[in-house]
């Protein structure tokens, strides 16, 4: 299970990080991945750590401002957030999958936490 959280209201420019605690059969995950979803369209790859060197993926609109990482003992994934601008407004779901698919389908994923919502005014 996934359990996200650290979203609120921030001005643009700011900074938030989300954090994703998972508990259960987590020793099998391949990839801890962040997505984002507006009303109205589809969930968004944000970005992902993979492997068991922690590869890190992102998304170009999220690149050099979102940063995502592991906490080994926490069995934690965070994703700090810099720079924001109002179009990262957008419920933020983790995930994880135990496959590596190639891509990061939101259909491929074994495990979703509960959104949070993040909400960046301008």
């Known amino acids: 299970q996934l359990q996200a959280s650290g979203g609120g209201l921030v001005q643009a420019g700011g900074s938030l990080r989300l954090s994703c605690a998972a508990s259960g059969r987590t020793s099998s995950i391949w990839g801890r991945c962040w997505f984002r979803q507006v009303p109205g369209k589809e969930r968004e790859f944000v970005a992902a750590i993979v492997g068991s060197g922690d590869t890190e993926h992102y998304s170009d609109s999220v690149k050099g401002r979102f940063k995502i990482s592991r906490d080994y003992a926490k069995n934690t994934m965070y994703l700090q957030m810099n720079n924001l601008k109002p179009e990262d407004t957008a419920v933020y779901y983790c995930?994880?999958?135990?496959?590596?698919?190639?891509?990061?389908?939101?259909?491929?994923?074994?495990?979703w936490g509960k959104g949070t919502q993040v909400t960046v005014s301008s």
């Open positions: 995930a994880a999958t135990f496959y590596d698919y190639g891509t990061f389908n939101g259909a491929d994923m074994a495990y």
